[in-house]
């Protein structure tokens, strides 16, 4: 069955760290997946997607994620946090169907 | 209209009564979706349509319907209203398996 998990449900950070918020999935093939980023009291919006290619993708805000294909993760970096950075995220995935996690409230603290 | 958009933004509905959640979206895009958001069980996907014309269940489609009459609307109606249905609402879109663009949410009390 086709699944992802954010094994976090709270990620705590100081401003200026650095930041990673997990993801881990599984599909059978080759799955797109996504982080998407909400803000409160508003809809999800797209941060960034790798479908193939270059492993570590680059995406709005800063972001990036790394697919390594082997751990079956897409983890979401930040080199340097912000503490507008704080929100909740999503990773998901996709092949014939979409599967969102259940979210990851990262908070930067000043 | 730029994106996605939906109507109302909030609703307090008595238990029992039928209510339609409108969404549009101005993108062309094939697939609409329908989710609903609750704390702690992150998006559920309600119903879904790939194309104009068709259809399909989600995760969890009892108690709610939906049509496809044309590429830009997908209203979601829910038949008689019951307080499990308290919730936000998302509708979104997209262009095949690709990112999806959401729109602002409907926040549904139903009391």
């Known amino acids: 069955a086709q699944s992802v998990a954010q094994p976090e449900d709270q990620v705590n950070v100081a401003e200026g760290n650095p930041l990673t918020v997990k993801c881990t999935y599984s599909?059978?093939?080759?799955?797109?997946l996504f982080w998407y980023v909400q803000y409160p009291n508003r809809g999800l919006q797209f941060l960034l997607k790798?479908?193939?290619?270059?492993?570590l993708v680059k995406g709005s805000y800063g972001f990036e994620a790394e697919f390594n294909k082997s751990q079956t993760s897409f983890h979401l970096k930040k080199p340097s946090a912000l503490v507008s950075d704080s929100a909740l995220y999503f990773c998901a995935v996709a092949t014939y169907k979409y599967i969102f996690g259940t979210g990851t409230r990262l908070k930067v603290l000043a | 209209i730029a994106g996605i958009t939906q109507a109302p933004t909030s609703q307090i509905l008595a238990a029992g009564r039928r209510m339609t959640l409108r969404c549009t979206q101005d993108m062309r895009h094939n697939a609409m979706y329908w989710y609903r958001q609750d704390l702690g069980l992150g998006l559920r996907l309600i119903h879904y349509s790939n194309t104009a014309g068709t259809t399909g269940k989600g995760e969890v489609p009892d108690g709610y319907s939906v049509s496809r009459a044309n590429t830009d609307d997908f209203p979601l109606t829910l038949a008689s209203a019951v307080p499990s249905q308290t919730s936000v609402y998302f509708c979104?879109?997209?262009?095949?398996?690709?990112?999806?663009?959401f729109g602002p949410g409907t926040r549904l009390t139903v009391l």
């Open positions: 790798y479908i193939t290619g270059d492993n």
């Open positions: 979104a879109s997209s262009d095949s398996v690709n990112e999806q663009f």
């Open positions: 599909v059978s093939g080759n799955p797109y």
